[in-house]
């Protein structure tokens, strides 16, 4: 009530200084926000990361807009990141205020990039979105097993669980797990949201090259959090693939193991 009436006042002792000073009273105009040289992005369908896979055309599309779109004008762009290319001019018609720009890019299949595509400050609107952070993989084609595998977690159990298993059609050895864990959790009761996919990657030739997690074991530790599988080792004979784990928690910025138990995972693959 004491905000209302405060409100009140202040409106009336506006209204009467304007009476009294009618004949003398000018003002300015107050200044326009938006001009035809200023532009704002967004994606074409508003998402931030995506995926591509072999058979794709490398190309993504963002949007530029302008507030104002009376006059012709030209808006300046640029990328952080050399395999992105983006135009780095473009140009406006009068009466065009929007318009969708190609962002070419070469990534290599299996590889994941960053980018930041943004409006350069002498064109960007204060009230738009001047930069675009992006994240762009360029993911294998997984070609599934018909029959399904088995995996053998000799921590959480249980044994020879069949799963789902596909092969990367373009770097053979590399192979994608679909929820490995979720026996594991109905059994054990965890948290379903370690139900994820795990990708495994063995190379016989030299196991260096191999890579694994670290990966959410689907529990906690009461004092440090989440548990996660972190491999020491990795090898495939035949068709099976053994990778020796501790299972660890994250320490003081580092991974500090916590039972010092072999974490072992055993993966049969089917037959092709």
């Known amino acids: ?64 807009g302008r507030p104002d779109s009376t006059q012709a004008a030209t808006i300046a762009l640029s990328a952080d990141n050399s395999k992105f290319k983006v135009p780095s001019t473009i140009s406006f018609a009068a009466g065009e205020g929007t318009k969708s720009v ?6 290599e299949t299996g590889t994941s990039e960053d980018v930041c595509i943004a409006v350069a ?15 762009i993989t360029r993911d294998y084609t997984w070609v599934k097993f018909k029959d399904k595998g088995l995996f053998t977690n000799t921590v959480l159990g249980p044994e020879n669980a069949p799963i789902v298993i596909a092969q990367a059609k373009e770097k053979p050895g590399l192979y994608k797990l679909y929820k ?44 440090y959090g989440n548990v996660y599988h ?4 990795i090898a495939q004979e035949d068709n099976v693939i053994t990778i020796h784990c501790l299972l660890c928690v994250v320490y003081n910025g580092r991974f500090a193991d916590l039972y010092g138990l072999d974490d072992a995972w055993v993966i049969t693959l089917p037959d092709e």
């Open 1 to 64: 009530m004491k905000k209302i009436f405060h409100f009140a006042f202040l409106a009336m002792v506006v209204a009467t200084g304007l009476m009294s000073c009618t004949d003398d009273y000018s003002y300015d105009p107050a200044v326009k926000d938006a001009t035809s040289s200023q532009a704002f992005l967004n994606t074409a369908d508003g998402a931030s990361s995506y995926t591509y896979t072999p058979d794709m055309e490398q190309k993504l599309t963002i949007k530029v």
């Open 102 to 107: 190609d962002v070419t890019f070469d990534m």
């Open 121 to 135: 400050p002498e064109n960007a609107y204060q009230y738009g979105v001047d930069s675009l952070k992006l994240s």
């Open 180 to 223: 490995p864990l979720t026996s594991i959790i109905k059994e054990q009761e965890l948290d379903p949201s370690v139900d994820t996919d795990y990708e495994v990657y063995v190379n016989p030739t030299d196991a260096k090259k191999s890579s694994f997690g670290p990966y959410w074991a689907g529990f906690a530790n009461d004092t």
């Open 230 to 233: 972190v491999a020491r080792s």
